[in-house]
């Protein structure tokens, strides 16, 4: 089915495989509201920069668009535009509102007949098995789960919606001291 997709992918037991956050200074509190450093980044190593590479190739498989990705420590956060030949999807989101694209689930495969469009599982499903083939591969580790069986899934229903997640998946790595997914976070209750 076409439309915006905010997806959420975690390795399993939220262990650290994708790289490192860097750049945070002295002064960073561990809540999510405290102030940050403007260098703090993601820095990809060699499982990480896979994870990339394969996002990349999505387009080449499916009917999609790759809008915004974050790959953290452990866990993934990316837009995904699944395209609708029937109505199609916004190329640029920078013009115009986003539409609520929920009509039909066929498309048209230039031949002249119709499949059924691959529904974001599915897509999800097979990132994430070349992820973890690639990985493995790299690693020297055959048959080694990597992601968690389950991912997390929203519709982006509206620009404002759309937006705000963006800016959220931007500004994940500054909020690393704060994450539910950093397992260094010791959560602090004050009375």
């Not at 920069?49 to 999505?58: G, Y």
């Not at 694209?101 to 498309?107: D, K, P, R, T």
């Not at 991912?151 to 963006?166: L, Q, T």
């Amino acid at each position: 089915m076409g439309g915006y997709y905010f997806v959420t992918i975690c390795t399993l037991g939220r262990k650290m495989m994708f790289g490192e956050i860097v750049g945070f200074g002295e002064n960073v509190g561990a809540r999510r509201d405290a102030p940050f450093n403007n260098k703090t980044e993601m820095v990809l190593n060699e499982n990480g920069k896979i994870v990339f590479d394969v996002w990349k190739t999505l387009p080449e498989h499916h009917d999609v668009i790759l809008d915004e990705i974050c790959i953290m420590p452990n866990h993934v956060h990316l837009i995904l535009v699944i395209k609708n030949n029937n109505q199609g999807a916004l190329e640029n989101n920078n013009q115009g509102a986003l539409e609520n694209n929920n009509q039909g689930a066929l498309e048209n495969n230039n031949q002249g007949a119709s499949r059924r469009a691959p529904t974001l599982g599915w897509m999800v499903g097979m990132f994430k098995t070349e992820c973890t083939k690639q990985i493995n591969k790299l690693n020297k580790t055959p048959g080694v789960q990597l992601f968690q069986r389950n991912y997390y899934e929203r519709i982006i229903r509206n620009e404002k919606k759309y937006f705000k997640i963006k800016n959220y998946i931007k500004m994940n790595p500054k909020m690393w001291p704060g994450d539910r997914n950093n397992l260094n976070f010791k959560l602090k209750i004050e009375n």
